[in-house]
Nanobody
Framework: QVQLVESGRGLVQAGGSLRLSCAAS????????MGWFRQAPGKEREFVAA????????FNADSVKGRFTISRDNAKNTVYLQMNSLKPEDTVVYYC????????????????????WGQGTQVTVSS
């Protein structure tokens, strides 16, 4: 069982930056690929970024390429999402998730492939 707790929610102006963190419980954190998703009210959950268990592979959605960076620190059981050049349309709830399986670029973009989810954290970008 893995429990995920996101932090770093905030209100920033357009063009600003914010870093989200997701702390995981358990002793097998490095065996999980980790992902960030986001969801606006009334819309489906959208893939943002993913990282492999050892941090050697990452993949970002086109909508955030060049602006968002996913990273992890396995010694701290934590995954991060550094968000730069934020836009008002980035205003949604962000979720981290853990996937117990091999790294697969197609699979990590699908929310149904993930085994565990955090509770979500709100990011608000003002124009």
């Amino acid at each position: 069982q893995v429990q995920l707790v996101e932090s770093g929610r905030g209100l920033v102006q357009a063009g600003g930056s914010l870093r989200l963190s997701c702390a995981a419980s358990g002793r097998t954190f490095s065996s999980y690929a980790m992902g960030w998703f986001r969801q606006a009210p009334g819309k489906e959950r959208e893939f943002v970024a993913a990282i492999s268990g050892n941090g050697g592979n990452t993949f970002n959605a086109d909508s955030v390429k060049g602006r968002f960076t996913i990273s992890r620190d396995n010694a701290k059981n934590t995954v991060y999402l550094q968000m730069n050049s934020l836009k008002p349309e980035d205003t949604v709830v962000y979720y981290c998730a853990a996937l117990n399986g091999p790294w697969d670029i197609a699979g990590v973009t699908i929310n149904g492939e993930y085994n565990y989810w955090g509770q979500g954290t709100q990011v608000t970008v003002s124009s």
